[in-house]
């Protein structure tokens, strides 16, 4: 289980886009993600007559390691740490992402 995931509300920490926030539009991989309106980038993009797209220069947002990242908290309204948590008895057993700050569970 990955500490973020697709629509988890994050914060930047770290990079030019310090201190904004976003929901996680794509998962790359293990390490970078797309992040909604943070890291946007301008790309030079040629047109193309098939697929009848534009060229031009285009605004996008580019993938961000997670490292520079941190999942945000809504309760205490602050970049928070994920930890896990086994939740139920038996065969009801389950693995929970958690909030280190205070222990409630992450709700996507």
Same mark, same amino acid.
Do not use: C, W
């Given at each position: 289980?990955?500490?973020?995931?697709? $629509?988890? !509300?994050?914060?930047?920490? @770290?990079?030019?886009?310090?201190? /904004? /926030?976003?929901?996680?539009?794509? +998962?790359?991989?293990?390490?970078?993600?797309?992040? %909604?309106? +943070?890291?946007?980038?301008?790309?030079?993009?040629?047109?193309? *007559?098939? *697929?009848?797209?534009?060229?031009?220069?285009?605004? /996008? !947002? @580019? @993938?961000?390691? +997670?490292?520079?990242? @941190?999942?945000?908290?809504?309760?205490?309204?602050?970049?928070?740490?994920?930890?896990?948590?086994?939740?139920?008895? $038996?065969?009801?057993?389950?693995?929970? /992402?958690?909030?280190?700050?205070?222990? %409630?569970?992450?709700?996507?």
């Amino acid at each position: 289980m990955n500490k973020i995931i697709k $629509g988890d !509300e994050v914060i930047v920490i @770290a990079g030019k886009s310090k201190g /904004r /926030r976003g929901l996680i539009k794509q +998962v790359i991989d293990s390490d970078h993600v797309i992040v %909604e309106g +943070v890291n946007i980038i301008k790309k030079h993009v040629k047109a193309n *007559p098939n *697929p009848n797209t534009e060229g031009g220069i285009v605004e /996008r !947002e @580019a @993938a961000i390691h +997670v490292s520079n990242l @941190a999942i945000y908290n809504p309760s205490s309204k602050k970049a928070d740490r994920i930890g896990f948590k086994i939740v139920g008895q $038996g065969k009801e057993k389950k693995k929970v /992402r958690i909030f280190k700050s205070n222990s %409630e569970q992450v709700n996507v």
